[in-house]
């Protein structure tokens, strides 16, 4: 259901004019992977976010060529670029003391992240720079609450945990087990904090979302994606149809086996993507597209919006204002 498009390579030239400063220029943004935006035309300088509190961002860009990974302090929303690699890389989390992040990063150049193989998990440490590769032919890293293990999907169809002192490894979970089917895909697996039940969205030989117990038992959601717990437990959210642009990010209680829509934006970007909670779970980031048409999680423009949990929608802070494909956020604030 929300499985992403296959857009064949080209070349599209387009003319962008200043009007009033007097001048045109010609771009030229190939379909490939490795699109680039001309940040100084396509960016604009945008003002301190001043009612939010200090924290900062990270998110995957390509707007400096390749996907890279980006972090905007908050809330004078400086950006810096904390990698710099020929190879693709997405999907940052921040461990919970927010020193240090994992993400995915290609075992090669121009992957797609359609393609759930060809990755390793990276671990960088926001304070001096330094980075190790923490598991080989790993994808969609997540942390454990106490931030002493790194949990992540292995070759499509094993779930497994990472201890990151020892870097002992266990497979916790693997398609064919219970009701899980054999070949069944496990895209974004997010572990519980009971350690035990898993929200996952499976694809490939099997098509649902929903959350899986030790022995492959299956309490069904839906048919949408990124399916992720809250840090008590009490609550999932996850990326489904039903918004004005398709796309909504809705909530879920296990208790009373109900979902509803969370947030779905009344502004001109409104399929939104990519949903991840602040460390403190007051505020939610995520990714919006200004069309369903516009949903290629490689290329498409997605720009990176906050929501406190509560307020209206249209109450939202924007965060990036680059036609680059800026994906995949999550958000530390700092302790008062």
Known sequence: MLGM???KRTTIFLLVTAIGA?????????????????????SRQVEPAGELPKGFVVWSSNRSGNHDIFKMTLPDRQVTRLTDHPHAEYFPRISPDGKSIVFSRSRKPKVSQRKHLPWDVILLDLDTGNERLLAPYGNTPTWSV?????????????????????GNESILFQSGTGKVREGAGLQTPHIGPDGKQIAVTLRFKQHLMGIVDPAGNISRISDGCQLTWSRRGD????????GRMKNAIFFYEPSRKQAQMWLDLPGEFSHEYF????????????????????????RADYEIFLWQVGTPPGNVTRLTFNKANDGWPD??????
Request: no cysteine; net charge negative; aromatic share 16%.
């Open 22 to 42: 007097g001048f045109a220029l010609w771009l030229s943004l190939d379909g490939g992977l490795d699109s680039k935006a001309n940040t100084s035309i396509l």
């Open 275 to 298: 949903p991840k909670l602040s460390n403190d779970e007051r505020y939610l980031a995520f990714g919006a597209s200004r069309s369903a048409k516009d949903h290629e999680h490689d």
């Open 235 to 242: 609550f999932l959210y996850f990326v489904d149809y039903g």
């Open 5 to 7: 498009l296959y857009i």
């Open 331 to 336: 958000v530390h604030f700092h302790k008062d």
């Open 146 to 166: 106490d931030g002493r293990r790194v949990y992540f999907q292995r070759n499509v169809m094993q779930f497994v945990q990472h201890d990151v002192s020892t």
